[in-house]
C-alpha cells in the first residue's frame, strides 16, 4: 500500500509540478543524520536511548511513522551484538503537509526518533552499534531515496550521563506523544469514522486538534477533522474507510501530542463544542490548589516555618501590631515564592527538561543555604542574637511587615516538598494548562498556604481566641527553636544522601562557621556596640561559598526500604505485571517529608511489610531525590507534579489505582489481603 501511495504521488507530480520536477536536485543528502547515544558509558543489562538527530535540508521533508497519502517511513537494519536488542522507532509529533490534494505526515524541521537499545546482562568492554538506515526525502515536487549507514561504539561503564547529553534527550522525549493510559474506541459507519478519546476535562488543549493514525486503511487522511472536547473525552470525526480491529495514533493539539490506541466500538456524538481552552477545568485547579495549600499547613514540612507566626500574632490582639499588614505581607511573601517558582518550573520544562514541583531541592547547594537559613533562625529563636539589621532594611520592615513577608516567603520555599490531598493533582493539571492559567493555579497554592493568617489577620474573633501576650512568649520562643534545629539536623541528612559524607561534612562545617558570625553578632549586640552585625557579614559569606564545594554524589541502585523491595524501572514494572503479581510501587525523594512520614509510619512497619509478603506484593521504590528525569516523566503521566505518588497494581487491571498522599496501614493492608 505505500509503496502504491507513492508511486500515485509521484505520477500526481509529474503531471502537476513538471517544471518544478525539472529543476537540478542537488547533491544529497538531503537529510543529515547523526547516530547519539544517551550515555556513552551503559551499565550491563541496562536500557539506552538512541537518537536519530535529523536535519532536513531547506525545502525538504521527511516522513512519520505512517507517511499519509504518500511518501514511505524510514526502515532500520541493526548489526548489534549477541543480546542486544534495539527497538522500534518512536517518533516526535509530525507536521501535516498537503500536496496536490493529497495529505502527507512529514517532518520539515530538525527531529530525532529514539530507541531503547537493550545492552546484554554479560556486556563487557566496548559495545559496537551499527544501524543502516532507508528513507526517503522530498520536496513538493520530486522525492529522492537515500541511505545512511551510522556506528558508534560504546563502552560498558557505570551508565552515567552528562548533564548536557540528558538535557539534549530531555527535549528529544519532550516532543514524543505522552501516552494517555487509558483505550479509546472507534467506529466507522457509512464512511464516517469517529473516534472517542479519553482525555481529563481539567487537561489543557491548545490548537488546533487533529488525529494522526498510525494504522494504515482506517480513514481518508486529507479529509478534514472536526475535534471536539466532551467531558472526559475528545470525539474526532471524518471520512472513514473500514474498522480494521485495533488502531493506534496520536492525539495532537498543537506541538502536544499524546499517544492513543482505540478499538472498534459504538461511539456517541459530542455534545460540546469544538476543543478549545478549558478555564473551568483551571478554575477547578485553582480551587484545589487553594484547598492543597491550606492542609498545607499542618504537614510536617510546613509547621516549624509557621511557628513563627504565632509570636507576632499573640502581640496582634493587643496593639502591639499591625495584623492587617501583617497578614497581607506574609501573604504577598507566599504567593511570589510559588509564582516565582512556578514560573521557572514551566520555563525549564518548555525548554525539554522533565522536572516537577520542588525541582530545586534536587540541587544540594539549594539544600545548604537552606541548612544554613534555618540553622540561622534556629539561633535567633533561641536568643543567640536578635536581628538587628541596617536602617534601610529597617525601614523596609516597619511595622513588621517586611519581616512578615520573609517569613511567607521562607514558608513556601520550604514547604515544596510537600504534596498532601488536593493539591497533588492541581499541580499535575497545572503543567498541561496554558501557562497564564498554569500560574493561577500556583498562585492559588501559596493563598492556601497564606489563608490562615489572612482570617486571622482580617477577622478580630480568631485573633481574640490567642492567649494574652506575657512572660510566658520569651520561653515559647526558645521552644520554638526545638523544631527548627530538627528541621535544621534532617536538612544536613538530605544533605548527606544528595552529595555524600564529604558533602554533608562541607554543610555542617558551613553551618558551624556561621554559627561562630552569629554568636559574635549577639556578644556585640549584649555590650551595645554599633553596628554589632558588621563581623558577622564576611563569615555568612564565607558559609554561602561553601556552595561551590558541593557537588551530587554518584547514584546508588536506590533505596530498599521495605523487605525484598525492588528499585523502580518500567521493564521490571512490565515483567511483574505480566508475571500477574500485584505491584505497590511508590515514589519518594529525601527531601520530600511527607515521603518521610508515610515510610516510616506506614510502609516500614512490621505489619505492612508482613502484609505485603504474605500477599506475594512486588514492591518497587523509584528515588527521585535527584531529579531522575525516566522517573520523572513517568510521575508526570500519572498527572502529578513531583512525590509522593503511590500506585497499586491489581492483576487482571491494566490501570493502576491511584492512591492518596497520605497513607495508612489499614489501606496497605487491605490492598496486600485482595480489597
Not at 44 to 73: C, I, M, Q, R
Request: proline share 8%; charged share 15%; hydrophobic share 50%.
Amino acid at each position: 500500500m505505500a509503496w502504491l501511495r507513492f508511486a500515485l504521488m509521484s505520477i500526481l507530480l509529474a503531471l502537476g509540478i513538471a517544471s518544478a520536477a525539472a529543476q537540478p536536485v542537488g547533491p544529497g543528502p538531503h537529510v543529515r543524520i547523526a547516530l547519539i547515544a544517551e550515555t556513552d558509558h551503559p551499565a550491563p543489562g541496562s536500557d539506552v536511548t538512541l537518537a536519530f538527530a535529523s536535519v532536513p535540508e531547506k525545502g525538504w521533508h521527511a516522513y512519520w511513522l505512517n507517511p499519509g497519502d504518500a511518501g514511505l517511513p524510514a526502515r532500520a537494519a541493526w548489526t548489534l551484538p549477541q543480546g542486544a536488542i534495539a527497538g522500534p522507532l518512536r517518533y516526535p509529533v509530525p507536521q501535516r503537509l498537503l500536496i496536490a490534494g493529497l495529505m502527507n505526515y512529514v517532518y520539515e524541521g530538525p527531529f530525532a526518533p529514539l530507541v531503547t537499545l537493550k545492552v546484554p546482562t554479560d556486556a563487557k568492554g566496548a559495545l559496537p552499534v551499527r544501524v543502516k538506515l532507508d528513507y526517503l526525502v522530498c520536496t513538493d515536487a520530486i522525492c529522492v531515496p537515500e541511505k545512511a549507514e551510522l556506528a558508534l561504539t560504546l563502552q560498558i561503564g557505570d551508565g552515567s550521563v552528562t548533564a548536557t547529553r540528558r538535557a539534549q534527550f530531555d527535549g528529544w522525549r519532550s516532543a514524543l506523544p505522552k501516552p494517555l493510559g487509558s483505550q479509546g474506541t472507534y467506529q466507522v459507519e457509512n464512511k464516517s469514522f469517529r473516534i472517542a478519546v479519553p482525555y481529563p476535562a481539567s487537561a489543557a488543549a491548545e490548537g488546533d486538534g487533529y488525529f494522526f493514525t498510525a494504522t494504515d486503511g482506517v480513514l481518508d487522511y486529507a479529509a478534514p477533522q472536526k475535534v471536539m472536547r466532551d467531558g472526559d473525552r475528545v470525539v474526532i470525526e471524518t471520512v472513514g474507510k473500514r474498522a480494521v480491529g485495533p488502531i493506534e495514533g496520536v492525539l495532537a493539539f498543537g506541538t502536544r501530542g499524546f499517544s492513543v490506541s482505540a478499538v472498534p466500538g459504538k461511539v456517541a456524538a459530542a455534545k460540546e463544542a469544538p476543543a478549545g481552552v478549558p478555564w473551568s477545568a483551571a478554575l477547578i485547579a485553582f480551587a484545589g490548589a487553594v484547598l492543597g495549600g491550606l492542609i498545607l499547613n499542618i504537614m510536617p514540612c510546613v509547621f516549624p516555618i509557621l511557628s513563627l507566626k504565632a509570636l507576632s500574632l499573640a502581640k496582634a490582639n493587643h496593639g502591639e501590631g499591625n495584623p492587617r499588614g501583617e497578614a497581607l505581607a506574609y501573604t504577598a511573601g507566599v504567593v511570589a515564592v510559588c509564582l516565582a517558582l512556578g514560573g521557572i518550573l514551566l520555563a525549564v520544562r518548555a525548554g525539554g527538561a522533565t522536572v516537577g514541583w520542588a525541582f530545586q531541592l534536587q540541587d544540594p547547594r539549594v539544600i545548604l543555604i537552606l541548612l544554613l537559613l534555618v540553622t540561622a533562625i534556629a539561633l535567633n529563636l533561641a536568643g543567640l542574637f536578635e536581628i538587628n539589621a541596617p536602617g534601610f532594611v529597617n525601614r523596609a520592615a516597619s511595622k513588621g511587615t517586611g519581616g512578615a513577608f520573609a517569613t511567607g516567603a521562607l514558608a513556601a520555599f520550604i514547604a515544596t516538598p510537600c504534596t498532601g490531598p488536593f493539591m497533588a493533582s492541581a499541580l499535575g493539571a497545572a503543567l498541561i494548562l496554558p501557562w497564564p492559567a498554569a500560574l493561577a493555579v500556583f498562585g492559588g497554592l501559596g493563598l492556601g498556604i497564606a489563608l490562615p493568617f489572612l482570617l486571622l489577620g482580617f477577622v478580630p474573633a480568631f485573633r481574640r481566641m490567642l492567649p494574652k501576650p506575657g512572660a510566658w512568649m520569651a520561653t515559647l520562643r526558645r521552644v520554638l527553636s526545638v523544631p527548627m534545629f530538627l528541621t535544621a539536623l534532617a536538612l544536613a541528612w538530605v544533605l548527606g544522601r544528595q552529595a555524600g559524607v564529604d558533602g554533608m561534612a562541607i554543610g555542617l562545617a558551613a553551618s558551624l562557621l556561621a554559627s561562630f558570625g552569629l554568636w559574635w553578632w549577639g556578644m556585640r549586640q549584649m555590650r551595645g556596640l554599633a553596628r554589632a552585625w558588621l563581623p558577622a557579614v564576611p563569615l555568612a559569606l564565607i558559609a554561602l561559598g561553601a556552595t561551590a564545594l558541593v557537588h551530587p554524589a554518584p547514584a546508588d541502585a536506590g533505596p530498599k526500604t521495605v523487605s525484598g523491595a525492588e528499585p523502580f524501572s518500567e521493564a521490571r514494572l512490565a515483567e511483574l505485571t505480566a508475571q500477574g503479581r500485584p505491584v505497590f510501587a511508590y515514589f519518594t525523594a529525601d527531601w520530600c517529608l511527607t515521603c518521610k512520614v508515610n515510610e516510616k509510619g506506614v510502609i516500614e512497619t512490621e505489619a505492612v511489610t508482613k502484609a505485603l509478603a504474605d500477599g506475594k506484593v512486588a514492591v518497587l521504590v523509584g528515588d527521585w531525590t535527584n531529579g531522575d528525569p525516566a522517573l520523572g516523566r513517568f510521575i508526570e503521566r500519572h498527572n502529578r507534579a513531583g512525590v509522593p505518588l503511590y500506585l497499586w497494581y491489581k492483576p487482571g487491571e491494566a490501570a493502576p489505582r491511584v492512591l492518596p498522599q497520605i497513607l495508612t496501614q489499614a489501606m496497605l493492608r487491605d490492598l496486600a489481603n485482595g480489597g
